[in-house]
């Protein structure tokens, strides 16, 4: 019988298909990782992508370095360790370092949770503080061309170095993560971040698009007020490894970076799915619902409407948004979240039940979690005991020539239909 297996949480979930059925497969494409991936980081810290230098940044007394909280699976342990050297060997002492971790609109991390991001031995080191988007003290740069407030931590904005750590990856509206995100996003304010996820609404902020996106070209119009001087970033694999490391100048990074990503993350498809069986790519990925709606997003893209979605999210810290599950548990129905988001304007939190209501409207969606089953309901998600439960009812209802499709590692996979759906979906 062939066997469905999904990553979940820190480990995985299983489910087999009748022997006369069969599923097809959408994952990131094989990239072997950098043999030795401290020699690769290291090597890209010498050769900076883009105009700026080291020797553009000669003299600096203090160094700012924003990366990303526990929800991003970002390989601190091979990317830190060079850049902490390279800094070092440029006369940067530990105390001229300051780690802030860029949490957004998430919570603040804690001081016994940096050692969870970080290696040990770092986190001991070198100071680290949490950001905070609703914080008194953020400094006020003005606003972007698109209406957006720029405030950002006042700790990395008056450094004399401001460098970025993280990943490049797919993002469901920014097109890509990477590059000045991490500071213009995970240490913005609040409000300019409500308003920057505001123009996801705009059908041109889409997975997978850069240079034409409005909510990234916004994103870097955010980056260019604070000033980032370099972005250190990876390309991973399916097994989480390394497989490039790119530094220099933000857009520089970017503009190599994502044309890398996208040999492996892009996948084609050759028409919807009437069934589909997806996974955030398990831990951090699955954390929570606030970080498990992405691979709904990226998979509802070819998923045939009418069809069904199973989504299976270990969930272990719940929501993720206490807002979000405030406003939802106050409506019945997808329609309803539709139309009173419509209504009220867009709201950080409430945003993500627009999400997957928006995708959760158009197709049949099970849901399998660490979540409380009546919670769950509450958040007019359809709780499943298991994935074989919601395989087989699924399956119950699909006839013999159904294409079923299966993305494990949906957050950090962009699939492309190679031809338009037809008029019936």
Not at 169 to 191: D, R
Not at 356 to 368: E, K, M, N
Request: with cysteine.
């Amino acid at each position: 019988m062939p066997e469905i297996r999904l990553p979940y949480g820190r480990g995985s979930l299983t489910a087999q298909l009748p022997d006369d059925r069969a599923f097809e497969l959408i994952l990131p494409r094989e990239a072997a990782p950098a043999p030795e991936p401290l020699r690769a980081v290291a090597a890209a810290l010498e050769a900076p992508l883009g105009a700026r230098g080291w020797a553009d940044v000669a003299g600096a007394r203090s160094v700012a370095i924003a990366i990303n909280d526990k929800t991003r699976p970002v390989p601190h342990h091979h990317l830190l360790p060079p850049l902490l050297d390279k800094l070092q060997a440029l006369g940067a002492p530990d105390s001229a370092i300051t780690f802030v971790v860029a949490v957004g609109t998430h919570a603040p991390m804690t001081a016994d949770e940096f050692a969870a991001i970080v290696p040990p031995e770092i986190a001991a080191r070198y100071r680290i503080v949490s950001h905070d988007c609703d914080a008194d003290d953020l400094v006020d740069l003005g606003a972007t061309a698109r209406g957006s407030a720029v405030k950002v931590n006042r700790t990395f904005y008056e450094a004399d170095l401001r460098i970025t750590v993280g990943n490049i990856e797919p993002h469901q509206f920014a097109g890509w993560s990477g590059g000045v995100k991490t500071a213009a996003i995970g240490l913005g304010g609040c409000a300019g971040i409500n308003h920057n996820h505001s123009l996801m609404l705009l059908p041109e902020s889409k997975l997978g698009a850069y240079e034409t996106n409005p909510a990234r070209l916004d994103i870097e119009a955010m980056g260019a007020k604070i000033g980032v001087h370099f972005a250190l970033n990876a390309i991973l694999n399916n097994g989480k490894e390394i497989v490039h490391a790119l530094f220099g100048d933000p857009v520089a990074v970017m503009s190599a970076g994502v044309a890398l990503a996208r040999q492996i993350v892009q996948v084609e498809v050759a028409a919807p799915y009437d069934l589909m069986l997806i996974a955030p790519g398990g831990h951090p990925k699955d954390i929570n619902i606030y970080q498990s709606q992405k691979a709904l997003g990226h998979a509802s893209l070819v998923a045939r409407p009418g069809g069904t979605i199973i989504w299976a999210a270990a969930c272990p810290e719940g929501t993720g948004s206490r807002k979000y599950e405030d406003w939802v548990q106050q409506t019945s129905s997808f329609d309803e979240v539709l139309a009173r988001f419509k209504a009220e304007g867009f709201r950080i939190g409430p945003h993500k039940a627009f999400q997957i209501a928006r995708d959760g409207s158009r197709v049949r969606l099970l849901f399998i979690s660490e979540i409380a089953p009546d919670f769950a309901r509450r958040l007019l998600l359809t709780p499943k005991p298991s994935l074989q439960a919601a395989l087989d009812l699924a399956l119950a209802e699909l006839p013999p020539d159904a294409r079923i499709g299966v993305m494990p590692m949906a957050n950090a996979t962009i699939p492309v239909l190679t031809r338009p759906p037809t008029a019936d979906g």
